[in-house]
C-alpha cells in the first residue's frame, strides 16, 4: 500500500547540475502532478499531466521539464539547477472520474533539494 | 480562475481549546473544496472534502468545515484541540469540471500550546 513514492528524500547540487525527480504510484490515477513548496507561499503547480501521454504548464513551469513515462511514473527534471529552485517538491497523483471533476489529491512525502 | 486566501499564517491555541482556521475562495460557481493537514517532513493528507449537498462535513481527526457560499468561505474548526493537531493546514479550491488543477492556499501553521 506505497501510494505515492518519490525518490530521492534529500538531494544537494551545485548551481549548474541537472538532476531528475522520480515519482511513481501504485493506485492506477490518471492525473498526476509536481508541485514546490516554499515558506510562505504555499504549493505552487510547476506542472501537471492529466492523463497518460499529456502533460500542461502549472503556475511555474520555467526551469523545469516533466516526462509521463507511462500511467504510474512522472519524473521532473531540472536541466540547470539555480540557487531559486531550492525548494521542497512534492509528488501527487488523482484520478478525476472521467468528468474531470477534481478528485482529492494524493501527496508523496517530498524531495528536498538544496542548490548551492 | 480560482483562488484561495487563508488569511491567519500562524494561529496558536492551547490544548483542548476550540480552533477555527479560515479559508475564502474565489470562484464563479460552486467549486469543490478541500482541507488537508502537513505534518513536519510529510506530505499533505486530506482531512475533507466538500462537493455538494450537505453544507456541514465531517472529516477525520474529528475536524469538521462549513461551506457558506454568500460568504465564499470553508472554514475548518475543532471542537477540542490536541497536542497532535500542531501542522501545517492547508485549503485548497478545484473547479468542478474539466481537469483544472487545484489551487491552494498559502497555508496556516497551527501550534498547540499546553
Known amino acids: 500500500n506505497a501510494g505515492v513514492t518519490q525518490t530521492p528524500k534529500f538531494q544537494v547540487l551545485k548551481t549548474g547540475q541537472s538532476m531528475t525527480l522520480q515519482c511513481a504510484q501504485d493506485m492506477n490515477h490518471n492525473s498526476m502532478y509536481w508541485y514546490r513548496q516554499d515558506p510562505g507561499m504555499g504549493l505552487r503547480l510547476i506542472y501537471y499531466?492529466?492523463?497518460?501521454?499529456?502533460?500542461d504548464k502549472g503556475e511555474v513551469p520555467n526551469g523545469y521539464n516533466v516526462s509521463r513515462l507511462n500511467k504510474r511514473e512522472f519524473s521532473l527534471r531540472l536541466e540547470s539547477a539555480a540557487p531559486s529552485q531550492t525548494s521542497v517538491y512534492f509528488c501527487a497523483s488523482s484520478d478525476p472520474d472521467g468528468t474531470g471533476a477534481g478528485s482529492p489529491l494524493h501527496f508523496g512525502n517530498g524531495t528536498r533539494l538544496t542548490v548551492t | 480562475a480560482q483562488s484561495v486566501t487563508q488569511p491567519d499564517i500562524h494561529i496558536t491555541v492551547s490544548e483542548g481549546a476550540s480552533l477555527e482556521l479560515r479559508c475564502n475562495y474565489s470562484y464563479g460557481a460552486t467549486p469543490y473544496l478541500f482541507w488537508y493537514v502537513q505534518s513536519p517532513g510529510q506530505g499533505l493528507q486530506l482531512l475533507l472534502k466538500?462537493?455538494?449537498?450537505?453544507?456541514l462535513v465531517q472529516g477525520i481527526k474529528g475536524f469538521e468545515a462549513e461551506f457558506k457560499r454568500s460568504q465564499s468561505s470553508f472554514n475548518l474548526r475543532k471542537p477540542s484541540v490536541h497536542w497532535s493537531d500542531a501542522a501545517e493546514y492547508f485549503c485548497?479550491?478545484?473547479?468542478?469540471?474539466?481537469?483544472?488543477?487545484?489551487?491552494f492556499g498559502k497555508g496556516t501553521r497551527l501550534s498547540v500550546i499546553a
Open positions: 485548497a479550491v478545484g473547479a468542478p469540471s474539466g481537469n483544472t488543477p487545484l489551487v
Open positions: 499531466s492529466a492523463s497518460e501521454g499529456t502533460t
Open positions: 466538500y462537493f455538494s449537498g450537505d453544507t
